[in-house]
Each structure stands twice: as structure tokens, then as C-alpha cells.
């Protein structure tokens, strides 16, 4: 039996858009916890797909957006080994919406939660990572960073 470990960093990225200041000037918040994940070993015959040791808890929240959209997004840096590419990692997470279900890319910024106008009070998405869990991996300790980015116009 293969053994591997997999630990990812979620990095926050925050976007504050610029422009014409007032009083109620528009105001995004992210935060994600706990920063880091893993998945166990498992035989692949007997666990087709592995449930993260964790939980991701993903918070946003958004002020003072009027009609305007928002969206939440997630970029994984890279694959996590040649044998090991960062597609094989999905995700599903509760609430439904404004937060969806989706795949890790390291191309295109995966869109993981998306509304208009305000969040306020703040959600928050929990997320549930599942690894494909196959022979042809090869064997050792990988990781890689991810980002969330919350963005509004």
C-alpha cells in the first residue's frame, strides 16, 4: 500500500476596492479556518475517494456593495506531484448558495460561493476537501498553497 500525506496552506487574499471615499465605503471580509488540511492513507481498493482530516470553515462577509456582485473564489498554486494532479481534489460545501461545490484547478479560479449585494450578517461555508484516492500515486509527503480570494466590482 502506498502511503501519502497532504497537507495545503489556504492563504487570504482580501480585495478592497479603491475609489471615491465616504463614510460608507464598501468593505469585504475573508477568513478561513483552520489553514492547513491532510488526507490519511488508505488502500485505494477498499477507499475510492478520502475525506480531509478537517473541515475548512470559509467566512465572508460584504458591506455597503448596494446591487453590485461578489464572488469567491479558489486557485490552487500548482499540481501536488506529476502523479498527483490538484483536478483529483474536489470539494462540497453547506450552505448551498451562496456557496458551491467544485474541483480544484491551478489554472482557472474556481468560483466557490457568488451573490449581489450584501452579506451581512457574515456566512460562512463549510468545506469538505475529498482526494481521489489512486494506485498510480507515487509515494512521500506533498503540498501545496491555495488561495481564496473575495472580490466585488
Known amino acids: ?60 462577509r460584504v458591506r455597503q456593495n448596494g446591487s453590485n456582485n461578489w464572488r469567491l473564489t479558489h486557485l490552487a498554486s500548482g499540481d501536488l506531484s506529476p502523479s498527483i494532479p490538484i483536478s483529483n481534489i474536489s470539494w462540497t460545501v453547506t450552505p448551498q448558495p451562496p456557496f458551491i461545490n467544485g474541483s480544484m484547478s491551478r489554472s482557472v479560479a474556481q468560483t466557490a460561493a457568488q451573490g449581489t449585494g450584501n452579506v451581512n450578517p457574515a456566512r460562512t461555508g463549510r468545506f469538505t476537501f475529498r482526494i481521489a484516492n489512486l494506485w498510480s500515486y507515487n509515494t512521500g509527503n506533498f503540498s501545496v498553497a491555495t488561495t481564496f480570494t473575495l472580490s466585488a466590482p
Request: hydrophobic share 45%; charged share 10%.
Open 1 to 60: 500500500m502506498k502511503r501519502f500525506l497532504i497537507i495545503f496552506i489556504f492563504s487570504i487574499a482580501y480585495f478592497l476596492p479603491c475609489g471615491i471615499h465616504s463614510a460608507l465605503s464598501q468593505t469585504l471580509n475573508l477568513t478561513v479556518n483552520p489553514t492547513s488540511i491532510s488526507f490519511s492513507d488508505a488502500h485505494p481498493d477498499l477507499t475510492p475517494s478520502i475525506a480531509a482530516n478537517s473541515t475548512v470553515n470559509v467566512r465572508i
